[in-house]
């Protein structure tokens, strides 16, 4: 058992920007009553309040079910932050400036730990405010470890993150339409398991 969410996630919100941006699309959320309002009890992390369902929630949603977990709100999360997918091991991770593909476990999905090494700490020094600069193992060249992106999305970096806790799958056409709010930033979706 555990509990599943979904994260939207804005890859280019500045932390300059992230209040505001994270404002305006909660209150489209609230205008279009997919979400309420009021914080309550309903989300797990942060200070463990957030904004439960709406009476139209099922705008965001492909199921057409109720939501009727204890942990069922949606948290908004800014500052700098890595978002992840919660649990399993991410099979690869591809590099921004040659878009080589770095196999991270090998076919029975055991971790390779050395193709994990350039990749060390970096999360933890972007998150505290460095770069986190990675050097390809294929072209040698340095980038953010923010500018990477992971196989089914199991890793994210950014300022600003929409955590849905216990919703059906949220629609692609909703996931673009708040991209389309946030003035077309560009965005990824994480879906895991606590």
Same mark, same amino acid.
């Given at each position: 058992m555990g509990d599943y969410f979904q994260t939207i996630v804005d890859l280019d919100a500045t932390e300059r920007e992230a209040q505001e941006c994270g404002a305006r699309v909660l209150d489209w959320l609230i205008a279009e009553g997919i979400v309420a309002a009021e914080r309550t009890d309903?989300?797990?992390?942060?200070?463990?309040?957030?904004? %439960?369902?709406?009476?139209?929630? $099922?705008?965001?949603?492909?199921?057409?079910?109720?939501?009727?977990?204890?942990?069922?709100?949606?948290h908004i999360q800014t500052g700098r932050t890595v978002f992840d997918s919660g649990q399993g091991d991410v099979g690869?991770? $591809?590099? %921004?400036?040659?878009? $080589?593909?770095?196999?991270?476990v090998d076919e029975v999905w055991e971790p390779i730990e050395s193709a994990w090494e350039p990749f060390e700490?970096?999360?933890h020094d972007w998150a505290e405010g460095g770069?986190?600069?990675?050097?390809? %193992?294929?072209?040698?060249?340095?980038s953010g470890i923010d500018r990477w992106s992971w196989e089914d999305d199991a890793y994210a970096c950014g300022h600003l993150g929409f955590t849905f806790w216990g919703w059906a799958e949220l629609t692609s056409a909703f996931t673009r339409e708040v991209g389309r709010r946030l003035g077309g930033h560009r965005t990824v979706l994480l879906a895991g398991k606590l």
């Open positions: 309903c989300v797990l992390g942060g200070d463990g309040y957030g904004h %439960p369902p709406g009476p139209h929630f $099922t705008k965001a949603v492909g199921d057409l079910d109720p939501v009727d977990l204890w942990s069922n709100g949606l690869a991770a $591809t590099c %921004p400036l040659c878009r $080589t593909g770095i196999r991270l700490g970096r999360f770069e986190g600069i990675v050097h390809c %193992p294929s072209c040698a060249q340095p």
